[in-house]
């Protein structure tokens, strides 16, 4: 993946759709993950998973954050109302465990997450449908092993991308391949 400026895009979603739904990826989605709240940030920030997938939310801060989860991109305008969940984390008392709070993940798409308290923490779970899907590494690139052959559609999910790129057709083979896609944006760099 690459950006507008052509340099490599960290944290996009590569998802294969194979037309084809035999097999298996070499290396399943997650259907459960830790999204820790530290330094007034989501670690990681962009996760993906399977749809039923369960997340559990740590507050590592001393101080009180909340879990706000809700479509992202577009798609919140055709949220209903009262869809995604809001979670409320103590901060941890230094010496003590932290605490948690747990949600599931049960629609596929993008979920924003969000604290009502420090508005400029967000984060991202992408919830995928097929169980071929990605995330770009820093270096751009996105590794998806043991695909079914035939066509397939690509499609790619940046949490900075407000229009979805659409979807690509592809012919996959039984030998190995490399596609260079390109977002319409420059990510904006994350928080460190």
């Known amino acids: ?51 039923g997938a369960k997340a559990q939310f740590v507050n590592n801060d001393p101080w009180e954050h909340h879990v706000r989860g809700s479509a992202a991109g577009a798609a919140q305008f055709n949220a209903t109302a009262g869809e995604g969940f ?21 629609k596929a798409g993008a979920v924003l997450l969000g604290c009502h308290i420090h508005g400029s923490m967000r984060g991202h779970v992408y919830v995928s449908e097929s169980p071929w899907a990605a995330l770009t590494g820093a270096d751009g690139m996105a590794q998806i092993e043991q695909l079914p052959e035939g066509t397939a559609q690509i499609r790619v999910w940046h949490a900075d991308q407000l229009i979805d790129i659409p979807p690509q057709n592809y012919t996959v083979t039984g030998s190995p391949a490399k596609l260079t896609l390109q977002l319409s944006v420059v990510p904006r760099r994350r928080r460190i």
């Open 1 to 51: 993946m690459l950006d507008k400026e052509g340099k490599p895009a960290p944290d996009a979603v590569v998802v294969i759709m194979p037309a084809s739904k035999t097999g298996t990826p070499k290396t399943p989605l997650p259907t459960q993950v830790t999204i820790s709240q530290e330094k007034m940030r989501f670690v990681p920030a962009v996760s993906v998973v399977a749809v």
């Open 86 to 106: 809001e979670l409320r984390l103590d901060g941890k008392p230094e010496g003590k465990p932290a605490k948690t709070a747990d949600a599931t993940f049960t």
